[in-house]
């Protein structure tokens, strides 16, 4: 079960999935979230960008939880990537193109314009990119060279994430799959 706080980050999450930065107001949230209005200021004293802040660090975490376990699944590190980023098609495909992480979200539409919301969104890249760096130093790259394709890889991602969300097709983010197991592949031969 989960106590008033969880329940106002988690109404967030899916107001930001559903609807962006812009239209998530305070009211909304608390309509979403089922919490008395008192309870926002109470655990959100600082307002919209805490809780949005709050939101993203949140579903960063389960993002970079799913991606550490989705990632050691399978032993050759270049197969746990191609089949974690078509589990990824597969689960936007199951939300009709309308659910993914927030995270993509907030960092076009709020993190030019809030410092605070900047840091939270940076700091969830930061470790989305250790992530996909360590577990690809596996395939014998030098640790700049695993930097390199970590971000390249997150770039990916998020560039397919929204234009699969675009195109209501998983096309996009199997193509990402596909190619960066094969760039990789040629990377890790050289």
Do not use: W
């Amino acid at each position: 079960m989960t106590n008033v706080r969880e329940e106002i980050i988690l109404a967030t999450c899916r107001l930001l999935e559903k609807q962006g930065y812009p239209a998530t107001g305070l009211n909304e949230i608390v309509k979403e979230s089922g919490a008395p209005k008192g309870s926002l200021y109470y655990y959100f004293p600082e307002g919209k960008e805490q809780i949005i802040s709050e939101a993203v660090r949140y579903a960063g975490q389960i993002l970079v939880e799913r991606m550490r376990t989705g990632l050691i699944r399978v032993d050759d590190p270049l197969q746990a990537l191609y089949e974690f980023i078509n589990h990824q098609a597969d689960q936007v495909e199951k939300q009709h193109f309308t659910a993914g992480s927030p995270l993509t979200i907030v960092s076009v539409e709020a993190a030019g314009s809030s410092e605070r919301i900047s840091q939270a969104c940076r700091a969830v890249y930061d470790q989305i990119e250790a992530v996909l760096q360590e577990r690809l130093a596996c395939c014998g790259l030098t640790e700049a060279e695993a930097a390199e394709q970590a971000r390249l890889t997150l770039a990916s991602l998020e560039g397919g994430m929204i234009l699969s969300r675009v195109h209501h097709s998983a096309a996009p983010l199997r193509s990402v799959a596909r190619h960066l197991k094969d760039s990789m592949k040629k990377a890790v031969e050289k």
